[in-house]
């Protein structure tokens, strides 16, 4: 099997939209751009795929075979060092991406005393399927009403960064309120005073690993996969027919099918043998969509929400489903009379509810997250809604989101999706440890950033 980082041009809009809904490839979301032989996306296509879509007419320009160059980022990775001290886990300090057991060792080591004064494990009730148990850390100081603010990652397998981003944000924090130090990062600071606010009047919730069973395989296997574990089905023998993509597994339009229409170029797939989008065999089976649903159920006061992935450098705010409107309230995801009508981006059929209000607060913690970032070395995110050319459906950020129309007693949660890393990255979903250490670092800059506005 090969698996190639490829360019694709294709004439018009239309063709775009095929590059799903016919050849099944998988596309970067949000990079669709205007080139002067009609449109270009980023995407990821087999051999077999690439021979299909050039015999049609595409202009595919083939970048590094991602599977070969992911062999040799994975023989970067330290055997695991689970027993070593903290330093040995300190983002700053190490220089290749953490394994699955040093991810869950650096959340240990983030517990020790003394800090254990302001920060406290959470063990996730549902082990994955490979039995793994899957921790979280609140960090906070001090009772009564707190903004609860949490962030997840490592969902996708393949997308290596996202635990160690959110590791080094712990340590970040942690270290500085501890030694009442300000942090620095490129041309912002924060300020000691501004860490302790933090501490001290918000709780702040870390799920960095979110999919171990993924994350191993990817790091010792295939590195492009992206999936959980979840065994086969029965009389499936291919080794694609393994694992069920988290991030379409919410319970948010998740039966697909039923709610978008079929032209609709939805990034969605209902085939267990899907090498990437399967939905899984219904709303929130997995353990690992159950453990990060059941941090919204057990911290009640959460009000915001980022999920980590990568890549494509863009900074996503609600909804994915369908491009987002503040006229007409009843045509919303709950409405059954538009079944089989969302999720086309340049029609009038459907669009999807939001209060221009929320709107307005959700682009502008997206553009406080794009301005921290930016303060790092200059890389300007593009703060979008999540709909593209390629909408989504069963996703965490619009589940998140969709928990208070649901069920009006549960808290608002302002929910955002970071694409970390340029595409111009050889191996973007991993790309080489030193490039990975300044996104690690702007990364980290925009969520403190985030931590400061969200109030
Ligand atoms: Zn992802």
């Given amino acids: 099997m090969t698996q190639f980082h490829a360019r694709i041009t294709g004439r018009d809009q ?45 202009s595919v320009e083939k970048r590094e075979d991602a599977l070969a160059e992911g062999k040799a980022r994975q023989a970067e990775i330290r055997p695991n060092a689970a027993a070593a001290p903290r330093a040995e886990f300190t983002v700053a300090k190490v220089a290749s991406y953490l394994s699955v057991d040093d991810v869950e060792a650096a959340l240990a080591a983030a517990v020790k005393a003394p800090f ?19 921790q979280a850390l609140k960090i906070g100081k001090g009772a009564g009403s707190r903004v609860g603010i949490y962030f997840l990652g490592g969902v996708h397998a393949r997308e290596w960064g996202s635990p160690d981003i959110l590791l080094h944000f712990i340590q970040l924090l942690t270290d500085a309120y501890l030694n009442h130090r300000d942090i620095t990062l490129g041309t912002m600071t924060f300020t000691a005073q501004q860490i302790k606010s933090i501490v001290e009047t918000k709780d702040i919730f870390v799920f960095p690993q979110a999919n171990p069973d993924g994350r191993d395989y990817s790091m010792r296997k295939e ?28 319970d948010f339009l998740w039966n697909f099918p039923q709610y978008f229409d079929p032209q609709s170029a939805v990034q969605n797939s209902t085939s267990p043998c899907d090498h990437d989008v399967y939905i899984g065999p219904e709303a ?51 409405n059954p009379a538009y079944d089989g009508k969302r999720g086309v981006a340049d029609d009038t059929a459907y669009r999807e509810f939001i209060r221009a209000e929320d709107k307005k607060k959700a682009v502008k913690l997206a553009n406080v997250m794009r301005d921290g970032i930016k303060a790092v070395r200059g890389r300007v995110y593009k703060t979008e ?4 050319l390629y909408p989504t459906a069963g996703t965490s950020d619009d589940y998140a989101f969709s928990r208070h129309i649901v069920d009006t007693t549960k808290t608002k949660v302002f929910s955002f999706t970071i694409e970390w890393g340029s595409q111009d990255n050889p191996t973007p979903f991993h790309p080489p440890y030193p490039e990975m250490k300044k996104i690690i670092d702007e990364v980290t800059c925009g969520l403190l950033a985030f931590c400061v506005a969200a109030q």
């Fill in 116 to 134: 254990d004064e302001f920060t406290a494990l959470i063990k996730l009730p549902n082990a994955t399927w490979e039995k793994r148990v899957c």
């Fill in 385 to 388: 809604q999540s709909l593209s």
């Fill in 14 to 58: 239309q063709a775009m939209a095929d590059l799903v809904r016919k050849y099944k490839v998988l596309v970067a979301r949000h990079t669709v751009a205007k080139v002067a032989e009609g449109y270009c996306v980023d995407a990821h296509a087999s051999d077999e795929q690439i021979r299909a879509m050039t015999a049609d007419g595409y």
């Fill in 223 to 250: 590195s492009m996969w992206r999936k959980n574990r979840r065994p086969a089905p029965e009389g499936h023998k291919k080794p694609s027919c393994v694992g069920v993509d988290v991030n379409r597994n919410y």
């Fill in 284 to 334: 929130g089976s997995e353990p690992e969509t159950k453990n990060a649903v059941w941090m919204f159920d057990e911290y009640p006061h959460i009000g915001y929400f980022v999920d980590l992935h990568s890549y494509s450098e863009d900074i996503l705010y609600n909804w994915g489903d369908d491009v987002d409107q503040s006229s007409d309230p009843s045509m919303n995801f709950q």
